[in-house]
């Protein structure tokens, strides 16, 4: 009975409570000076954002324990990427700030690396080949991504259908 009376009373006080007060509503300014903010931290809810590869692969050995380190490098690269995405690459996705924005996020933006799935399995195939001593070849394997994406993209836009189409005359 007692945990009832509290559901009640917790209830009448969400329905008091708008919903604008528990989900704000952002303008595109607001997000805009949030985003600006955000890209400038060294720190985002106390996980500290690296600021390049180099300091993601510093903040990676030091997250990571040796044994995990171990497994993962012996691991081939497309099976280590594809079996670790859901989980060390959401952790990266999530802790990093890569859909909300942070200072890695705008690194891996200037690379030409858009989607935050892509940042996280770039992050992970490059620090992989980090652990292996392989080169990196960032250059290459910014080119597979993007032509993987515009692959995608392509894709959707041939599947597409026409719900409706309009001509209009000129007026000179």
């Known amino acids: 009975m007692f945990i009832g009376l509290i559901a009640a009373t917790n209830l009448s006080l969400s329905a008091q409570t708008k919903p604008e007060e528990l989900f704000p509503v952002e303008t595109e300014d607001t997000f805009e000076k949030e985003y600006q903010k955000r890209i400038k931290q060294d720190y985002i809810y106390g996980v500290y954002i690296p600021k390049d590869l180099t300091d993601a692969f510093v903040q990676l050995n030091r997250l990571i324990d040796k044994e995990s380190q171990a497994k993962f490098k012996s691991l081939p690269e497309a099976i280590a990427v594809e079996k670790l995405h859901f989980s060390f690459g959401r952790w990266m996705i999530y802790n ?45 394997q910014i080119e597979q991504i993007q032509a993987k994406r515009k692959k995608e993209r392509e894709g959707r836009l041939q599947q597409g259908q026409i719900l409706h189409e309009e001509k209009r005359k000129r007026q000179n």
């Open 96 to 140: 990093w700030s890569f859909y909300e924005g942070s200072r890695l996020s705008v690194y891996l933006k200037n690379l030409g690396i858009y989607n935050p799935d892509d940042m996280a399995i770039f992050i992970m195939l490059s620090y992989h080949r980090n652990l292996n001593r392989k080169s990196l070849d960032v250059k290459t």
